[in-house]
């Protein structure tokens, strides 16, 4: 964009110089204005034809009102339907009603306390296949997430082994809309999405998914009608974001491999499959079968897009 800056600015002093003009200081500083203004609102295809001043909004303003993604109330129905809402909200619940939770010596909730929390949450595959036994908390990854998102949310807490309210639960756990809000932003702001997975931590890697999740809320919008393999979202993502291809050293496979699996495990099976908002046709991966995603009609009654729209540089 520098070369583009600079030919740019030339072109103007030249045609200014033509008719006899020398522009000022205070008019090369206008002209330079006016390029990034109109470099930095036009709609790009690998940002799904959203600008990079809007994509600066999606990374870091997500939630704002002027970000391009609009987050819509749903009725108390509908957020019955959002598995790991259910699951925090009976985990304060029992912990209100008892007035706190003494963990195990390990650390983790009483075999009996995941039991009842499991049915609520979204079936977990090694568990319904009898891979491993519903028993305790770190061999049930549903109940697991649903503790931990709870303490990074801020609505329980955990102090010496043992588990309560924050001041923050107690005034939200009667309320669907606050609560929900709290663990979808903590999800997506405050867990590391690295925690529940082998990928590598270092810096590219450890932020593949997080990254522009709201960008990945875009494609599901945009797409999600229909049957789609997940590496049609994975392609489209590292598209908008290949500098997270340049230094990653993968533990099997070719790069793009690791990093397309890393995005999807994240993406979809950890993040939205928990929160209801994707549907997942799951394939065989040691028969490199695909694996299909669709949005949820709860995906739509919570998430809307705004079309482009261009927007004044600040500086």
């Known amino acids: 964009m520098k070369?583009?800056?600079?030919?740019?600015?030339?072109?103007?002093?030249?045609?200014?110089?033509?008719?006899?003009i020398t522009p000022t200081m205070e008019d090369?500083?206008?002209?330079?204005?006016?390029?990034?203004?109109?470099?930095?609102?036009?709609?790009?295809t690998d940002f799904e034809g959203y600008s990079?001043?809007?994509?600066?909004?999606?990374?870091?303003?997500?939630?704002?009102?002027?970000?391009?993604?609009?987050?819509?109330?749903?009725?108390?129905?509908?957020?019955?339907?959002?598995?790991?809402?259910?699951?925090?909200?009976?985990?304060?619940e029992i912990i209100s009603q008892n007035g706190q939770i003494k963990l195990t010596?390990?650390?983790?909730?009483?075999?009996?306390?995941?039991?009842?929390?499991?049915?609520?949450?979204?079936?977990?595959?090694m568990i319904e296949n009898a891979i491993s036994?519903?028993?305790?908390?770190?061999?049930?990854?549903?109940?697991?997430?649903?503790?931990?998102?709870?303490e990074a949310s801020g609505i329980i807490k955990k102090r010496k082994g043992i588990l309560s309210l924050t001041a923050t639960?107690?005034?939200?756990?009667?309320?669907?809309?606050?609560?929900?809000?709290?663990?979808?932003?903590?999800?997506c702001q405050k867990f590391n999405w690295h925690y529940f997975d082998n990928y590598s931590d270092d810096v590219q890697s450890g932020t593949i998914g997080q990254l522009g999740f709201g960008f990945s809320l875009i494609l599901l919008s945009k797409y999600g009608n229909t049957e789609r393999s997940e590496r049609y979202y994975a392609e489209k993502y590292f598209k908008a974001f290949p500098m997270l291809l340049e230094t990653v050293q993968p533990t099997?496979?070719?790069?793009?491999?690791?990093?397309?699996?890393?995005?999807?495990?994240?993406?979809?099976?950890?993040?939205?499959y928990h929160f209801g908002l994707v549907e997942i046709k799951k394939g065989k991966r040691i028969l490199q079968e695909e694996t299909y995603i669709q949005k949820t009609l709860l995906f739509d009654r919570l998430i809307s897009l705004m079309p482009h729209r261009e927007f004044e540089m600040k500086y």
Not at 73 to 86: G, K, M, N, T
Not at 133 to 150: F, I, Q, S
């Open 133 to 150: 036994k519903l028993g305790k908390e770190m061999d049930c990854t549903p109940v697991h997430l649903a503790r931990l998102l709870a």
């Open 252 to 272: 099997y496979g070719t790069v793009l491999d690791y990093c397309f699996n890393c995005y999807c495990l994240r993406t979809f099976e950890r993040f939205l």
């Open 169 to 187: 639960g107690t005034k939200t756990i009667a309320d669907d809309s606050k609560l929900f809000d709290s663990i979808f932003k903590g999800f």
């Open 52 to 92: 990079s001043l809007e994509m600066h909004k999606i990374l870091h303003f997500t939630f704002n009102a002027d970000s391009p993604i609009c987050f819509n109330p749903l009725s108390w129905h509908e957020y019955s339907q959002v598995p790991i809402l259910r699951q925090v909200k009976r985990l304060a």
């Open 3 to 20: 070369q583009e800056a600079t030919k740019y600015l030339q072109e103007y002093i030249d045609r200014m110089q033509a008719k006899g």
């Open 28 to 44: 090369l500083n206008q002209k330079m204005g006016e390029f990034f203004r109109t470099q930095n609102n036009t709609p790009r």
């Open 105 to 125: 010596t390990a650390g983790y909730l009483p075999i009996k306390i995941v039991q009842e929390l499991y049915p609520l949450g979204a079936p977990d595959e």
